[in-house]
C-alpha cells in the first residue's frame, strides 16, 4: 500500500497559479496511475487529472483543461498537479489518488489509496 501526503494548497486570487505537490512512501508511485480529485461544500468528489505509471499518457476534466497539468518525478517519488489561471470555481480540497490499474481511470472507486487532502481557495 502507498501513502500520500499532499502539500501546496492555499488562499490565491483569481488568475494565480498554485502547485500542488503528493509525496509517496511506502511504494514507489511509479507503480501506480496516479490522480487528481476535488471535493467542493456540499458536492461529490469529483476527477480533475490522471496520468499513467510511465507519466506518458494524462487526461484531464473539461473544466480544467488547458489550465491544469499532472506530472510526476519519479527520482522524488512525487507527483504534481500545476494549476494556472485559477477561478473561484476552482475552490475544493484536493486529493491526491493512486490505483493499481493500468487504465486512465476517472472514476474515484478505481483509486485504492488516498491522501488526506489540501485546501485551495481561489478569491475573486
Known amino acids: 500500500q502507498v501513502r500520500l501526503v499532499e502539500s501546496g494548497g492555499g488562499l490565491v486570487q ?3 497559479s498554485l ?17 487528481w480529485f476535488r471535493q467542493a ?12 505509471r510511465y507519466g506518458v499518457h ?6 480544467v483543461k488547458g489550465r491544469f497539468a499532472i506530472s510526476r518525478d519519479n527520482a ?8 494556472n489561471s ?6 475544493a480540497v484536493y486529493f491526491c489518488a493512486a490505483s493499481a490499474g493500468l487504465a486512465l481511470s476517472m472514476r474515484v472507486p478505481d ?4 491522501g488526506q487532502g489540501t485546501q485551495v481557495t481561489v478569491s475573486s
Open 111 to 114: 483509486f485504492t489509496s488516498w
Open 58 to 63: 494524462t487526461n484531464y476534466a473539461d473544466s
Open 14 to 16: 483569481a488568475g494565480d
Open 19 to 35: 502547485r500542488l505537490s503528493c509525496a509517496a512512501s511506502g511504494r514507489t508511485a511509479s507503480s501506480y496511475t496516479m490522480g
Open 41 to 52: 461544500p456540499g458536492k461529490e468528489r469529483e476527477f480533475v487529472a490522471v496520468q499513467d
Open 86 to 91: 485559477l477561478k473561484p470555481s476552482d475552490t
Open 76 to 83: 522524488k517519488n512525487t507527483v504534481y498537479l500545476q494549476m
